[in-house]
T-cell receptor, first 113, second 113 residues
Framework: DTEVTQTPKHLVMGMTNKKSLKCEQHMGHRAMYWYKQKAKKPPELMFVYSYEKLSINESVPSRFSPECPNSSLLNLHLHALQPEDSALYLC????????????FGPGTRLTVT | DQQVKQNSPSLSVQEGRISILNCDYTNSMFDYFLWYKKYPAEGPTFLISISSIKDKNEDGRFTVFLNKSAKHLSLHIVPSQPGDSAVYFCAASANNAGNMLTFGGGTRLMVKP
């Protein structure tokens, strides 16, 4: 199984809502990543988890809260988002943090109204 | 300031001909380079990579060339097929930065039958 799955595929939320994005992989990878991608821009790294511990936070606003409940799951909790947070949120995993090749999920298309 | 640039946002090629996608970088500490391919509604998929100790890596129809002195790499696809139509992202990483990926802006390749 070389797949990274993400749910939901699409999400529309208001600025006062609380929602969560989910990511799952069963490749035994010990590093998992959240990226944000705006239209016609490259993916931008948000967070890195290594062995279920937060390793990198690229100065992401606190309205984004990551969580890694176990080695296969990665969540991104969203609260009080702004319309400019609308983007494609990509999850990725790799065998360990620093291994070059990352496997990406299909992403969640988020719209904040 | 973008450290990895793909100056051509789009490229159109006839089926059977060669596709050449270009990528330039500014950070001389980058020591590993990757190409990802992205179809609509899917996450990026790893395609091919090259270490800075090499100047060429070939995998089937795909060849990546690296010119370190010019800080330039290119992806050649020969022969191009309609199924190659996608957005191609160049990415670079530096061992001294934890091998985190820095992506270029992407080039949309259209292969016409």
């Amino acid at each position: 199984d070389t797949e990274v799955t993400q749910t939901p595929k699409h999400l529309v939320m208001g600025m006062t809502n609380k929602k969560s994005l989910k990511c799952e992989q069963h490749m035994g990878h010990r590093a998992m990543y959240w990226y944000k991608q705006k239209a016609k821009k490259p993916p931008e790294l948000m967070f890195v988890y290594s062995y279920e511990k937060l390793s990198i936070n690229e100065s992401v606003p606190s309205r984004f809260s990551p969580e890694c409940p176990n080695s296969s799951l990665l969540n991104l909790h969203l609260h009080a988002l702004q319309p400019e947070d609308s983007a494609l949120y990509l999850c990725a995993s790799s065998p360990w943090q620093g291994s070059y090749e990352q496997y990406f999920g299909p992403g969640t298309r988020l719209t904040v109204t | 300031d973008q450290q990895v640039k793909q100056n051509s946002p789009s490229l159109s090629v006839q089926e059977g001909r060669i596709s050449i996608l270009n990528c330039d970088y500014t950070n001389s500490m980058f020591d590993y380079f990757l190409w990802y391919k992205k179809y609509p509604a899917e996450g990026p998929t790893f395609l091919i990579s090259i270490s800075s100790i090499k100047d060429k890596n070939e995998d089937g129809r795909f060849t990546v060339f690296l010119n370190k002195s010019a800080k330039h790499l290119s992806l050649h696809i020969v022969p191009s097929q309609p199924g190659d139509s996608a957005v191609y992202f160049c990415a670079a990483s530096a061992n001294n930065a934890g091998n985190m990926l820095t992506f270029g802006g992407g080039t949309r390749l259209m292969v016409k039958p």
